[in-house]
């Protein structure tokens, strides 16, 4: 296809985030992993490439996404219900650093170069705050844009992220369950630490409404700069109330010296469940080991000590960021989630894969390969059919993928339909998209982090969950409104283990935080 790097006279002003790139892109450094295309002439079918653009490395990694989207594409290209006359493929995954400015560099390396070849999607770019930019602009190429890593609520602006969709479940119903659990243990108050980026913050300002409107306190005055190399964590604890409850709404990197910094603080009270700490749900697997390797030489903790203070916290993940529960149920790609929980431990223990860090929604990038895949699909033989109903009064012709270019906006809008119009079982549930590209998410869990000391400094860790949250599906974008959200308690599971006595998971949770006001 044609490449153009203009903007034709229909269209919107460049964002300033793009000048800023173009200026800035050529200068700064590469950082990639491998391309996922065969050679030219190595393939019987048609070539059609993506765009893959991650956190490989930076405040928040993504990397571990890599390796199972590779899989997922693998069995794409050998299933004959999808794409059946192409090989899907992306070039080089170049690196975000989940930062903007690097996401925009990486972005523009592949879609304002013309030795690049014509990309139909991009998968981009790791982390809100790489997203963001990109998804304002992507749509200036008539190419849909998916990520897997991605949760700002801000992302839900249609008007504003054209052709954006995601995998990953947005928080934006964080807020309204923290309001949730207020109103079930009766809770008045709460402190809490923000990192001041997206999508930290708003999640910080929804609570601060809901807050004011339930004439609840909550003290959001510890931020922490992202930008800044040399954060004062102890000074983050510096409230004039008594706060007992209190959310760390920060990337893993911060939280681990914020978990050290209150067990410091607090220590028996924090041990005694007398202080209790919320952590944001986004976080990897054993994301404290990792945090450990990258910034436990610089905590003034021992690894023991964070231990300890983990014990017994909580966290709020949407239902559809983990695997879903049946291990057996298969997904449309015919596999099931414990196939694919076995398939990503192997691919993490190669050896090639050994600098990625393991990611804890893996599922959601194995979903969104397979999102891309059956949205093309879906573009591809309508196109083929000659049906362009939703996109006819656009400029361009119905082609087949393969032949399209960046100006053909009647395909462009034949993709984003197509992905529009995706609707499959994945392995983490359901996967559709609402008008506003984010998937339906309104059920959240409440898990609880269980440490238990096996020996000198060896731990085992367990993170149940205690309770799902079910929110009313009252969001709009850019309005906060607060439902009465449902807690239903897990029944099923072993109780939990309180200091001096054993008790079922509603008493601990009830008997244990109710009161703290």
């Known amino acids: ?71 997922a594409l693998e069995q794409i290209n050998n299933d004959s219900r999808v794409l059946p006359n192409y090989t899907l493929c992306h070039t080089e995954v170049l690196n975000s650093q989940c930062k903007s400015i690097s996401a925009l560099e990486s972005f523009l390396g592949h879609f304002d170069n013309q030795t690049q070849p014509t990309y139909v999607s991009v998968m981009c770019c790791g982390c809100s705050s790489a997203t963001i930019p990109v998804a304002e602009i992507s749509h200036h190429w008539n190419i849909p844009h998916i990520s897997f890593a991605s949760s700002a609520p801000t992302l839900n602006n249609r008007e504003r992220f054209k052709k954006f969709f995601r995998t990953l479940p947005c928080h934006v119903y964080v807020p309204p369950s923290i309001a949730a659990m207020m109103k079930e243990f009766n809770w008045r108050q709460m402190a809490i630490i923000t990192q001041n980026e997206s999508p930290f913050t708003a999640s910080a300002d929804a609570m601060k409404l809901i807050f004011d409107e339930q004439n609840w306190r909550l003290d959001q005055t510890s931020k922490i700069d992202p930008n800044d190399d040399s954060v004062d964590y102890e000074s983050l604890f510096t409230w004039e109330e008594d706060y007992r409850i209190i959310m760390v709404n920060t990337f893993e990197s911060h939280a681990y010296h914020i978990v050290c910094e209150a067990y410091r603080k607090y220590k028996e009270r924090l041990l005694h469940q007398e202080i209790v700490l919320i952590l944001h749900g986004r976080y990897p697997k054993e994301w404290w080991e990792t945090a450990f390797k990258k910034v436990g030489n610089t905590s003034r903790c021992s690894r023991g000590e964070v231990m300890k203070a983990l014990n017994k916290t909580l966290a709020i993940t949407p239902l559809t960021y983990n695997l879903v529960d049946d291990p057996d149920a298969r997904a449309y790609s015919n596999s099931s989630s414990s196939e694919i929980e076995l398939k990503y431990k192997q691919l993490m223990n190669l050896p090639e894969n050994s600098n990625y860090t393991p990611l804890n929604f893996y599922g959601n990038a194995y979903d969104a390969m397979w999102a891309m895949a059956i949205g093309l699909d879906n573009a591809d033989r309508r196109a083929k059919a000659g049906d362009d109903s939703g996109c006819k009064d656009l400029q361009g012709e119905l082609v087949p993928l393969n032949m399209f270019n960046y100006t053909n906006n009647k395909m462009g809008c034949m993709m984003k339909n197509g992905y529009a119009a995706v609707n499959f079982t ?3 549930g359901n996967i559709m998209f609402q008008p506003d590209g984010a998937r339906p998410e309104n059920v959240m869990r409440l898990k609880q982090t269980r440490v238990f000391q096996q020996g000198d400094n060896t731990y085992s860790v367990t993170r149940p969950t205690v309770a799902k949250i079910i929110n009313e599906e009252n969001y709009e974008w850019g309005v906060v409104k607060f439902g009465d959200g449902k807690i239903v308690f897990e029944g099923n599971e072993s109780d939990t283990i309180w200091p001096g006595k054993l008790v079922s998971k509603v008493e601990s949770l009830k008997g244990i935080l109710i009161g703290m006001k």
């Open 1 to 71: 296809g044609s490449h153009v790097s203009e903007f034709s006279a229909d269209r919107q002003i460049m964002s300033p985030y793009h000048l800023v790139a173009i200026l800035c892109w050529a200068a700064l450094p590469s950082i990639s992993a491998g391309a996922h295309c065969p050679a030219d002439g190595n393939s019987e079918k048609e070539l059609l490439h993506f765009s893959f653009i991650t956190a490989i490395n930076g405040s928040s990694s993504s990397s571990g996404g890599i390796p199972i989207v590779d899989y």
């Open 426 to 428: 994945g392995i983490t």
